[in-house]
């Protein structure tokens, strides 16, 4: 089982110009090396059978009627493979030349797919040879029978949900509307690209950049393969550059000026939940399908060991400069909510529940730079510690060190008296420590910020975030509750680079000091006494670890996928990390609490977003509060 995933391949054979026979065995050992590898989907360059730079003898019969013979004996060959080739070669058709790919498979030839688009400048000189393709697919002869040829043609595996592909040549994807386009609206999930692309230089970087945006802009894999050396040197080198995109990503590059077979995994479902998510993904009209054929054949993949990365922290780009500068740009997407909010409100002061933990530390960084941007004094914030019965002094130190050294006020106001005057009178027995003894600490403390914030004529800045969030990990009307949420759409995963790269970049060596040990400091609400001294409430051992929730976070909410294929993809990402057992159990923590906690989610304060994840209930996550998780834990209780 590969769980929606196939194996692809770009391949450049080394050919001989004008000489079918060596290319058509060139092509074959290509194939045994594909199969080898589990090739579901192999994709040769334009007119590989004969060489693209044949020029005039395009014209002479001898060349044409080889090449079709040694078609013939490849689609005899392909009998014994399991995949689906696309190789191109010159087709004679009516008394005209057509520049084609042929879509083959195990003993058949399913169609011809002609080249639209001729290019006729610089270099190339293809309208002395070829005709454009003709748009709807008619019959041609072959064998004994027929198949179709026309550029609409997609190509539908009816063993493999969700992969349908179509084909373009070369200069087709060039132009400013591919025909690509309206394959991929007519349901193509996979674009293959037979191409001849001479090297020049700074050629190749756009090359990349041309696959890698058509892919995104059809939400589509793209195979991209490339004539290489062979090709004749008269006037051109070709590089062989090979390339495999998925949705704006490239998964494979081949090195140039040589002979690199690359090979990908496509993620068929990912590709099929973008464009369900996406509204304005388009479609063609009644009149345009009526342009297009179908052909259906049946493949069963073979069962691979996955090769494709997946990242075990989605949210977290695992390149350094790429992450410094992802972090910048969300620090400036939370200091503009806010700056606004304050702008707005006429609010001159912001008041922050300042605890020592991350959470709390990274909104308190954020807000110092809003102030900044604003021309306020730092000293107009208004940082409050309130110390209680889970207070440690490692957290009280740091926060009252970080709030010096940002230069924001700092005020103390001890709570343990309030809390159990409070729990008097309810008649609570303080020396329960149960939900009811946790929670009074926290709605007391938003009761204190609240209040002081009418007092200074200020903002309550909510520290809460997104990981929590999605957990329910907050306090109804307590943590829970801000005049706006800084962090509302930054996973605690992420939270934690943020607050790491702020440290490396303040030139401040007693606030970095403060920072990198906020960074050590176990998550924590502390609620609960402490023991020894030391934090005796860690979060993450009774909800689980961050890491595993936020990849979880990401894929039920970005794809919406089947559990059974997020626990596949979690165990792939964090093999050797955790154990399957493990990551099952923690997945079923994160579906019954993401579903049981709604309620919490469907009443938050405003806040921005800052990723394609985020659980706003005015934006990406509208979701009943009273929504069933049968379904998906039923799925869960399944695997085994």
């Not at 080394?14 to 594909?34: H, R, S, T, Y």
């Not at 021309?375 to 309130?386: E, L, S, Y």
């Amino acid at each position: 089982m590969n769980h929606g995933f196939v194996r692809v391949c770009a391949a450049t054979p080394k050919i001989q110009v004008a000489d079918p026979e060596f290319n058509g065995n060139e092509i074959l050992k290509l194939m045994e090396e594909g199969r080898d590898h589990h090739a579901f989907l192999m994709v040769f360059p334009e007119l590989c059978l004969t060489g693209y730079t044949c020029n005039d003898l395009f014209w002479h019969a001898p060349l044409l009627d080889k090449a079709k013979e040694t078609l013939k004996k490849l689609v005899d060959a392909s009998a014994d493979f399991p995949m689906l080739l696309f190789v191109g070669l010159p087709w004679e058709y009516q008394g005209k030349l057509y520049n084609v790919t042929a879509a083959v498979c195990q003993g058949q030839l399913l169609g011809l797919v002609p080249k639209t688009h001729l290019p006729n400048y610089s270099e190339f000189y293809e309208m002395r040879h070829f005709t454009p393709g003709n748009q709807r697919p008619v019959m041609v002869p072959w064998k004994d029978g027929q198949v179709p040829m026309g550029t609409n043609l997609l190509f539908q595996c009816d063993s493999v949900p969700g992969l349908t592909i179509g084909a373009e040549i070369c200069e087709d994807v060039w132009v400013p509307c591919p025909p690509s386009i309206s394959h991929a609206m007519a349901g193509a999930t996979v674009i293959v690209n037979c191409s001849a692309s001479d090297e020049t230089v700074g050629k190749d970087s756009y090359r990349m950049s041309l696959i890698s945006g058509q892919s995104a802009r059809l939400v589509c894999g793209y195979i991209y393969s490339n004539a290489g050396e062979g090709e004749s040197t008269q006037d051109l080198v070709f590089g062989g550059h090979n390339i495999i995109a998925e949705n704006g990503t490239m998964l494979a590059v081949s090195e140039r000026f040589g002979h690199q077979t690359i090979y990908a995994d496509l993620d068929l479902l990912r590709l099929n939940s973008e464009r369900r998510r996406m509204t304005t993904y388009g479609q063609l009209t009644p009149e345009q399908l009526e342009t297009y054929q179908t052909v259906h054949f049946s493949l069963q993949p073979e069962t691979f060991e996955l090769k494709r990365f997946i990242d075990p922290s989605p949210f977290v780009p695992s390149d350094e400069q790429e992450r410094n500068r992802r972090c910048e740009e969300i620090l400036s997407i939370q200091a503009c909510g806010l700056k606004k909010r304050l702008e707005h409100t006429h609010a001159g002061h912001a008041v922050i529940g300042i605890s020592g933990g991350l959470d709390s530390t990274l909104a308190l960084l954020v807000t110092a730079r809003v102030f900044d941007m604003l021309g306020i004094p730092r000293d107009q914030i208004h940082a409050v510690t309130m110390p209680c019965f889970g207070t440690t002094d490692r957290t009280y130190h740091n926060a009252c060190v970080m709030t010096e050294k940002l230069g924001a006020s700092l005020m103390e106001v001890d709570i343990r008296n309030s809390v159990m005057q409070h729990f008097a009178d309810i008649g609570h027995d303080p020396a329960v420590h149960d939900v009811t003894y946790e929670n009074g600490q926290a709605r007391e403390r938003t009761q204190v910020l609240m209040d002081i914030a009418n007092q200074v004529g200020g903002l309550v800045i909510g520290t809460g975030d997104m990981s929590e969030l999605a957990l329910g990990w907050a306090t109804y009307n307590g943590d829970h509750m801000s005049m706006y949420g800084v962090n509302v759409s930054v996973p605690k995963t992420l939270v934690r680079h943020l607050v790491r790269y702020y440290a490396d970049t303040c030139k401040e060596e007693e606030l970095r000091t403060v920072l990198l040990d906020v960074l050590d400091t176990p998550v924590s609400p502390e609620l609960l006494p402490p023991e020894d001294g030391v934090i005796s409430q860690k979060t993450e051992d009774l909800v689980g670890p961050y890491q595993l929730h936020d990849f979880y976070l990401y894929y039920v909410l970005r794809f919406g996928y089947h559990p059974e294929r997020i626990y596949y993809l979690a165990c792939y990402a964090f093999q050797g990390q955790y154990d399957k057992e493990t990551i099952l159990k923690w997945l079923k923590t994160f579906y019954r609490r993401f579903f049981s906690q709604q309620f919490k989610r469907s009443c938050l304060p405003d806040g921005p977003k800052v990723g394609s994840v985020a659980v706003s209930p005015r934006g990406d996550l509208r979701m009943p509060s009273d929504a069933c998780s049968r379904v998906w834990m039923e799925e869960l209780e399944a695997i085994r």
